[in-house]
């Protein structure tokens, strides 16, 4: 299976700054990868998918890339806000409906 | 909205016992997934299901088993509690197609095991 690495476990960024996840992968590219946000003590939540054959996607706020060359995919969060602040989950697809879920970066977002 | 829904927030049991852990989803999604998460180590997957009465093992299956008798609830088992099994519990769904990775969680069980 993909062995999956999230830049750091852990980023603090100033309120009002652009956040930037890091999700790199080591095996074979796959065709979806997934960013999903955890709160403590909760289930994650997805946010946004994209393909391999889309180098980018956006929703809101939030941006997502995907260069299967390099086998990395950032996670950006534009104007961030204290409500960003929870762990974010980057996901690929293993086939037959499976996800590996990497361990995850704890974004905390300074007022 | 989605929704999918644990029989438990909290569980305590003792080492020896048998253990069900249950999971409804209201979206007719065919895809169900039982999760594990612990620190450092990330989600692991225990076992997933695609339809009813179908299950697959997934990464870390010893130990536990699961049932899908109605499309809506997927139940793990862990037939005899260890230690080891005290982790935080988490169950997912999804639909087929081209929106069959975007997976929904439960609000998990966190599970210990005395």
């Known amino acids: 299976s993909q062995k999956i690495e999230q830049n750091s476990e852990a980023l603090n960024i100033q309120e009002g700054k652009t956040a930037t996840l890091t999700c790199n992968y080591t095996?074979?590219?796959?065709?979806?990868l997934q960013w999903y946000r955890q709160d403590p003590g909760r289930g994650p939540v997805f946010l946004l998918l994209?393909?391999?054959?889309?180098k980018e996607k956006r929703k809101e706020r939030l941006k997502v890339t995907f260069d299967t060359t390099l086998k990395q995919s950032l996670f950006h969060i534009t104007a961030s806000q204290p409500a960003d602040s929870a762990t974010y989950l980057c996901?690929?697809?293993?086939?037959?409906?499976?996800?590996?879920f990497g361990t995850g970066t704890k974004l905390q977002v300074i007022p | 909205d989605v929704k999918v829904t644990q029989s438990s927030r909290y569980l305590v049991k003792r080492t020896g016992e048998k253990v069900f852990l249950e999971c409804v989803q209201d979206?007719?999604?065919?895809?169900m997934f039982w999760y594990r998460q612990d620190p450092g180590l990330g989600l692991r997957l225990i076992y997933f299901?695609?339809?009813?009465?179908?299950?697959e093992k997934g990464d870390i299956p010893e130990g536990y088993s699961v049932s899908r008798e109605k499309k809506e609830r997927f139940s793990l088992i862990l037939e005899s509690a260890s230690t080891n099994q005290t982790s935080m519990y988490l169950c997912?769904?999804?639909?087929?197609?081209?929106?069959?990775?975007?997976?929904?969680f439960g609000p998990g069980t966190r599970l210990t095991v005395t």
């Open positions: 994209i393909r391999e054959n889309e």
């Open positions: 997912a769904s999804s639909t087929t197609g081209d929106r069959r990775y975007e997976q929904y």
């Open positions: 095996n074979y590219s796959p065709a979806y």
């Open positions: 996901a690929l697809d293993e086939g037959y409906q499976k996800v590996t």
């Open positions: 979206m007719d999604h065919e895809n």
């Open positions: 299901s695609y339809d009813v009465k179908m299950k």
